[in-house]
């Protein structure tokens, strides 16, 4: 069973570090744009707007970006605390990102390319990575 726990920390590692870096970097112009679109639209909805943050969108996909990347790794190679911690941190950016898509005004199409889904998946997944060891300790 911890063989299974560790593919499942490392495959939602690399998930995270990947879309991460996706963020950061440069990519394809079509999908820079629509990456552009969304984080205007999800900085519209941000749940730091309740304390009286507005964030700027590129800063917004910028800090999100890192988080994930550096969540990731620390899912991947970090010490148990820091996995625990990490999990935690991509939970919450999960949650964040399905009231994104709960509060704007999404199209099917435009859900089916975000990956509406696969926002329930690694969550999903952290969850149990996170909840895991403190079952099997009692």
Same mark, same amino acid.
């Given at each position: 069973? !911890? #063989?299974?726990? !560790?593919?499942?920390?490392?495959? #939602?590692? +690399?998930?995270?570090?990947?879309?991460?870096?996706?963020?950061?970097?440069?990519?394809? !112009?079509?999908?820079?744009?629509?990456?552009?679109?969304?984080?205007?639209?999800? $900085?519209?909805?941000? %749940?730091?707007?309740?304390?009286?943050?507005? &964030?700027?969108?590129? /800063?917004?996909?910028?800090?999100?970006?890192? #988080?994930?990347?550096? $969540? +990731? $790794?620390?899912?991947?190679?970090? &010490? &148990?605390?820091?996995?625990?911690?990490?999990?935690?941190?991509?939970?919450? @950016?999960?949650? $964040?990102?399905?009231? +994104? #898509? *709960? *509060?704007?005004?999404?199209?099917?199409?435009?859900?089916?390319?975000?990956?509406? /889904?696969?926002? @329930?998946? %690694?969550? /999903? +997944? *952290?969850?149990?990575?996170?909840?895991?060891?403190?079952?099997?300790?009692?």
């Amino acid at each position: 069973m !911890a #063989l299974m726990l !560790a593919a499942l920390r490392i495959l #939602l590692g +690399g998930f995270f570090m990947l879309t991460g870096a996706a963020k950061l970097s440069p990519v394809a !112009a079509p999908v820079s744009q629509q990456l552009k679109v969304l984080f205007t639209r999800f $900085a519209e909805v941000c %749940p730091l707007k309740l304390f009286g943050y507005q &964030p700027d969108p590129r /800063s917004y996909q910028t800090a999100v970006g890192w #988080l994930e990347l550096l $969540a +990731g $790794a620390l899912l991947v190679a970090g &010490p &148990p605390l820091l996995q625990g911690i990490s999990t935690l941190l991509l939970i919450l @950016l999960m949650m $964040a990102f399905r009231l +994104g #898509l *709960c *509060c704007c005004d999404f199209t099917c199409a435009t859900l089916a390319r975000v990956g509406h /889904s696969f926002c @329930l998946i %690694p969550s /999903s +997944g *952290c969850v149990v990575v996170w909840m895991w060891p403190c079952t099997q300790s009692s």
